[in-house]
């Protein structure tokens, strides 16, 4: 009767110890299922934002008004060299004539030749104006983006710089832009002084200018490299280029100099037509 018994209670233990451990295993598997079937987070894929190339967040633009000259955009259908309204020396007030030979004819150049190579890579961009590629780069390929950017901003900022300089310019501002500057800035000396300071805090190579914003009031921007204030929404009434190649053959390092010397040679009248076009809807 004893072995009886104890052989019971050992089959006993033993149905019990298998019957804990398919508890374990099957609750493991539970388990393991559970986590299966949670939903689980899928990686995004790259964006264009994590490539080498920028991508431009673009400003509401006001409108799309003429930029290159008061009456009409910049084409690109190809684009062209402007020739100087003024011979090559007629600005040595401030800008000697191997310094705008360079300038014209090398540099602006060289801008227009790599807008035009880039944009054979997509032909159908031909019929838009520079400022429309400018205003929308997220719209241009990744693959000429970047080349657009600097060689169109290039061949616009360069555009407006020849027409605002004339070797009859300098002295005060008059008119709708002499108005302007007052209300905003209290005084021409206030404007100019600010003005330069922008040119000066550049660092590296861009752009200072004066822009009328969305609210429809004038501003003192710089730029860095060959971006044109139309990226961010703004009106470009006029501007001075402070890159190097701009002034250093005269000025070496002095950039100063060279930005107080430029007011001897700014044509108001050109300033005038901008700062009006830039009012128009």
């Known amino acids: 009767m004893f ?6 209670k050992s089959r006993v233990k033993s149905i019990y110890r298998k019957i804990t451990i398919l508890g374990f295993v099957t609750i493991g598997l539970i388990t393991t299922l559970l986590v299966a079937c949670q939903p689980q987070e899928i990686a995004s894929p790259p964006t264009e934002n994590s490539t080498t190339t920028p991508v431009v967040t673009q400003t509401s633009v006001t409108s799309n008004k ?45 801008y227009v030749d790599n807008l035009n190579k880039a944009l054979e890579q997509q ?13 929308d780069l997220n719209s241009v390929p990744e693959s000429i983006r970047t080349t657009v950017r600097n060689n169109g901003g290039g061949h616009l900022n360069h555009t407006i710089f020849w027409q605002i300089m004339s070797p009859t310019g300098g002295g005060q501002p008059t008119g709708e832009i002499a ?28 752009w200072v200018w004066l822009v009328r914003n969305p609210q429809g009031q004038l501003q003192i921007v710089n730029t860095a490299n060959q971006d044109n204030p139309i990226m961010d929404g703004l009106y470009p009434i ?12 005269r000025y070496q390092n002095r950039r100063a100099d060279y930005l107080n010397n430029w007011w001897n040679v700014v044509n108001w009248n050109e ?11």
């Open 3 to 8: 072995e009886l018994w104890f052989l019971l």
């Open 66 to 110: 003429p930029v290159a000259y008061s009456d009409r955009e910049l084409g690109a259908n190809p684009a062209q060299l402007p020739q100087l309204p003024y011979a090559a020396n007629a600005l040595e007030k401030a800008i000697d004539a191997q310094t705008m030979q360079l300038h014209h004819d090398r540099h602006h150049q060289t």
């Open 123 to 135: 032909p159908n961009l031909r019929a838009s104006s520079v400022e429309a590629m400018l205003r």
């Open 179 to 206: 108005q302007e500057i007052n209300q905003t800035f209290g005084s021409f000396e206030q404007f100019r002084k600010q003005f330069n300071q922008a040119g000066g805090d550049r660092f590296g190579s861009g």
């Open 238 to 249: 006029m501007g001075n280029d402070v890159w190097e190649h701009a002034y250093y053959l």
């Open 271 to 281: 300033v005038n037509r901008r700062v009006i076009a830039s009012r128009q809807a």
